[in-house]
Structure formats: C-alpha cells, structure tokens
C-alpha cells in the first residue's frame, strides 16, 4: 500500500498570501497519478488537480499541481476567502487507493 | 453531468450488516468505462477508499475491510450498492459514492455523503 503523507498539518494564512502543500507518497507514484481534493465542512471533496499537475474542469487557475515520482506540491498562488479549507491528495496508481491524512488551510 | 445521491440507514446496529445505495442520474450506469467507488470519512477524519466497481462489474476491494465489503451494480435501477458486514463502532463515518472520468480514474463526481452511526 501506498503512504501518503501530507505537510503540514495546518497552516495560518491571509487572503492574497500564496502557500504550497505537499505530499510524499511512500513509493515511486507511476504514471504521476496523483490527484488533489478539496473539501469544506458538511461537503464531500471536490477534484482540483489530476495527474499530478492538470487542473479538473472549472478549477481557478490560481491552483497548480506539481511533481512527480514521490514528491509532490499543491501550490495556491493567492488565497480567496473560498480557498479556506482542508486539502488530500490521492494515488490511484495502485490498488489499494490511498489519501493522505489532509492540510487544513485556516484564516489567520 | 453526472449525479449521485446515495441513501440508506442512517443507524445500523453493531454486528449487523450496513447496507446503502447510490443513485446515478444524468447518464446510464451501464454506459461507457468508470470506475464507480465507494469512500468513507469518519468524523474528523481524513479518507478511506471502501472499493469500486467497474462498468464490467469486476471488484476491487480495500484490504483494510478484512472481506467484511461488496459492491454490486443494479443496472435496471441505476445504482450500485455498497455492504459492509459484521459492523462496529470504528465503521461510524460518513460514506460517500463517487465515479471516476472519461480520460483518467481520478475522483472526478461525488455524491453528498451520508452519515451511518453504528450503535445499539
């Protein structure tokens, strides 16, 4: 099974600021499939980035995804009000699928 | 656009069977190639993929289960089903049915998730 672990934990941030999220997957992610989601309270997650670094439909181009093989980065280049919330990633390399354990992004 | 609702129990007793439904609109379950799977969040918790069905209606299953899950497609319904036996307390979460997209297995359509307790 693939680990993935998500850093940090929670970050404090401003509206306007730019932050990165990262994860690192426990093996080699093949084929760069990795996915981010986004989710807020009482919602289920939302798709942002697959394979690694293309942005889903409708997704602000303010978000971008990054990496490969092991290491990989979620990078928001300026917060909006509605970018508040918790962020996974996801291999959907190898059976079984596995999220890491989240980023919770907080107003500060 | 696809949708999913799913539905079912809201409470299920410990040592029971949970059983729930996810309802596909906006196009034919049957139709084309996805993955339709089935994922849970505990309260406060981050996410754990259950398994999935393929359109073919092969399986593929979380380990973390220990056998305790099947997924089953209902084609004349328009809906795949998720059961999970012999239930605890640690089976608490809220249980979200999802499908994948035409050019990749990411997780592209969410139902709204549903809140199953485990309790006597």
């Known amino acids: 099974e693939i680990v993935l672990t998500q850093s940090p934990g929670a970050l404090s941030l401003s509206p306007g600021e730019r932050t990165t999220l990262s994860c690192r997957a426990s093996?080699?992610?093949?084929?760069?499939?990795l996915a981010w989601y986004q989710q807020k309270p009482g919602q289920a997650p939302r798709l942002l980035i697959y394979g690694a670094s293309n942005r889903a439909t409708g997704i602000p181009d303010r978000f971008s995804g990054s990496g490969s093989g092991t290491d990989f980065t979620l990078t928001i280049s300026r917060l909006e009000p509605e970018d508040f919330a918790v962020y996974y990633c996801?291999?959907?390399?190898?059976?079984?699928?596995?999220f890491g354990q989240g980023t919770k992004v907080e107003i500060k | 656009q696809v949708q999913l609702q799913e539905s079912g129990p809201g409470l299920v007793k410990p040592s029971q069977t949970l059983s729930l439904t996810c309802t596909v609109s906006?196009?034919?379950?049957?139709?084309?190639?996805?993955?339709w799977s089935w994922i849970r969040q505990p309260a406060g918790k981050g996410l754990e993929w259950i398994g999935r069905i393929y359109t073919s209606g092969s399986t593929d299953y979380n380990p973390s289960l220990k056998g305790r899950v099947t997924i089953s497609v209902d084609t004349s319904n328009n809906q795949f089903s998720l059961t999970v036996t012999s239930v605890t307390a640690a089976d608490t979460a809220v249980y979200f049915c999802?499908?994948?997209?035409?050019?990749?297995?990411?997780?592209?359509?969410w139902g709204q998730g549903i809140l199953v307790t485990v309790s006597s």
């Open positions: 906006g196009g034919s379950i049957s139709s084309g190639f996805y993955f």
């Open positions: 996801q291999q959907y390399a190898n059976s079984p699928w596995t």
């Open positions: 999802a499908r994948d997209e035409d050019w990749g297995s990411q997780l592209a359509y």
């Open positions: 093996q080699s992610v093949s084929n760069n499939y």
